[in-house]
């Protein structure tokens, strides 16, 4: 019964295929340069991402798009920032460089009251993922002269190491609002890069399409309510492709790819269980953005509004009332997007 009011609910977020009208595009722009990406979305509708600034070449900051506005949300110091995701009081984590006497770190930022603030003074860390609740999900560096890196949790202040599957690197990406991670950690020898669901005090290893394939790699990018799952997997080993993966029900699925493409990532999944997410070409450029529902891989250029002239190449974040962040390319322009499903 309650896949069947999924499946029902499913189908009210996404435009009938026969109509007119389909997802309109609202054009982010950018915060004065050439490009902008979008990477996350909230409830509202806010999304956050990257842009250019004016005059630079390969810098760029994070941004915050709401009501109908884009804000620059600055750096820590250095001259580089990227926002990677948002919660529902657009609260917005991310990494940002900064400017120290050893030349130029990342550090983890929290963006919050019109103010960035460095979470790990000391070493260096990104951050990925905020619930509601104001928890972080993110990496540190545990020791900056060997290269160790583990995920964290931080809640209230206190930076919580969540550990590996057995090997040297971990990190975290998504988080809900149950406080459950999810991310790739080395397992025992660094044999094998697999993703993770750290819940309750464990971390519990995913596993991957091939899972006797000592070198098989998986990576979990974001986790809904309801603990499914979202990344991608390889098919064979690290140097073949890799598809979109939906784990729900303690199982690993693969979502396949659209023709005409090698690969695909699973980028975000809300709580009605669609997924969105880019497909790649042999060069792993992301060429497709998609939407998978009710067991089906859809290419989301088909569900635009007609003569749009935008191509989607990715789509990053959904949320429960079906709007989509994405990022397309218009006349030569490449710019963050904001979806809407017709009514």
């Not at 202040?157 to 790739?184: A, C, E, F, H, K």
């Not at 799952?229 to 729900?248: E, I, K, M, R």
């Not at 695909?264 to 792993?284: F, K, W």
Request: net charge negative; charged share 15%.
């Amino acid at each position: 019964m309650k896949a069947v009011l999924i499946t029902a609910a499913l189908c009210l977020l996404i435009p009938n295929a026969k109509a007119q009208s389909r997802y309109s595009i609202t054009d982010l722009g950018t915060l004065g340069g050439d490009r902008s990406d979008a990477l996350s979305i909230n409830k509202l509708g806010d999304v956050v991402g990257l842009s250019d600034v004016p005059s630079s070449i390969g810098i760029f900051h994070a941004f915050l798009y709401k009501g109908g506005k884009v804000r620059d949300l600055g750096t820590l110091d250095g001259p580089t920032s990227d926002a990677l995701g948002v919660n529902d009081s657009s609260s917005v984590v991310g990494q940002s460089s900064l400017l120290n006497v050893n030349g130029e770190s990342q550090q983890a930022f929290l963006y919050s009251g019109g103010k960035m603030r460095n979470l790990t003074p000391g070493t260096n860390s990104g951050a990925w993922g905020i619930n509601n609740l104001g928890q972080i999900s993110g990496y540190f560096y545990v020791n900056l002269y060997t290269g160790f890196y583990h995920a964290f949790l931080y809640t209230s202040g206190q930076l919580q190491d969540l550990g590996t599957l057995g090997g040297d690197n971990s990190s975290g990406t998504g988080i809900n609002d149950r406080g459950q991670v999810v991310g790739r950690s080395y397992t025992a020898g660094n044999r094998a890069d697999h993703a993770f669901l750290y819940s309750a005090g464990q971390m519990q290893d995913l596993g991957a399409f091939e899972p006797n394939s000592a070198y098989n790699r998986s990576v979990a990018l974001r986790i809904n309510e309801h603990g499914q799952v979202v990344g991608y997997a390889f098919l064979q080993n690290d140097s073949g492709p890799y598809h979109a993966f939906l784990y729900t029900g303690g199982q690993l699925q693969d979502l396949g790819t659209l023709s005409g493409s090698v690969g695909s990532e699973g980028d975000d999944v809300n709580n009605l269980g669609a997924v969105v997410g880019g497909c790649i070409d042999v060069n792993n450029v992301y060429t497709v953005a998609f939407l998978y529902i009710g067991g089906q891989m859809r290419d989301l250029n088909t569900l635009l509004v007609p003569n749009s002239g935008w191509v989607l190449s990715r789509a990053t974040g959904i949320n429960d009332s079906g709007q989509i962040a994405a990022t397309g390319t218009r006349n030569s322009q490449t710019h963050a997007l904001l979806l809407t499903p017709g009514k």
